[in-house]
T-cell receptor, first 113, second 113 residues
């Protein structure tokens, strides 16, 4: 069964460094999402992406964040200058056009020191 | 705006006992409701969903949930717990099913022999 994959599974970085989290959505899906979960808190929506454009973003998704679909298979989340409070589990999800179910990847745990 | 409240960050049951995980939602429009499960080191997997129609929905692994509009609830149940049900369970709401998911804080289900 097709699944969403994410790399790396765990990323450790120093405060102020740039990180890129990678996701490979299910191949025929056209809608992509990033969510994050700070330890002990809710899973929070960050951004949705369709047709090479951001469809919706939350107030968390400020100028430090960007998303890109650099090729036909990858979907990336970049954090330009990481802060301690960016430490969280980041989930990628994708959805088929016309379907109401989002399929999630296993997540990337980001630790900012 | 949508929100979800999951009562109980941890629920412990014995193998064979009834599982009841509580979810209450708030939505300004008729909601789409979802339950996701996360097993260790895996992504969020859809258990079941309510969109329209029958208020009792059945999902995978013997789980079911009932949409009760008057109580704004969507509790998840399973008649008999298995050890393999030990995982984290997330309730989520969406305005249309095609937009962002708004999650609860999750409930960790512990199953003892």
């Amino acid at each position: 069964e097709p699944e969403v994959t994410q790399t790396p599974s765990h990323q450790v970085t120093q405060m102020g460094q740039e990180v890129i989290l990678r996701c490979v959505p299910i191949s025929n899906h056209l809608y992509f999402y990033w969510y994050r979960q700070i330890l002990g808190q809710k899973v929070e929506f960050l951004v949705s992406f369709y047709n090479n454009e951001i469809s919706e973003k939350s107030e968390i998704f400020d100028d430090q964040f960007s998303v890109e679909r650099p090729d036909g298979s990858n979907f990336t989340l970049k954090i330009r200058s990481t802060k301690l409070e960016d430490s969280a589990m980041y989930f990628c999800a994708s959805r088929l056009q016309g379907a109401d179910t989002q399929y999630f990847g296993p997540g990337t745990r980001l630790t900012v020191l | 705006a949508q929100s979800v409240t999951q009562l109980g960050s941890h629920v412990s049951v014995s193998e064979g006992a009834l599982v009841l995980l509580r979810c209450n939602y708030s939505s300004s429009v008729p909601p789409y409701l979802f339950w996701y499960v996360q097993y260790p080191n895996q992504g969020l997997q859809l258990l079941l969903k309510y969109t329209t129609g029958a208020t009792l929905v059945k999902g995978i692994n013997g789980f079911e949930a009932e949409f009760k509009k008057s109580e704004t609830s969507f509790h998840l149940t399973k008649p008999s717990a298995h050890m393999s049900d030990a995982a984290e369970y997330f309730c989520a709401v969406s305005a249309t099913g095609f937009q962002k998911l708004v999650f609860g804080t999750g409930t960790r289900l512990l199953v003892s022999p």
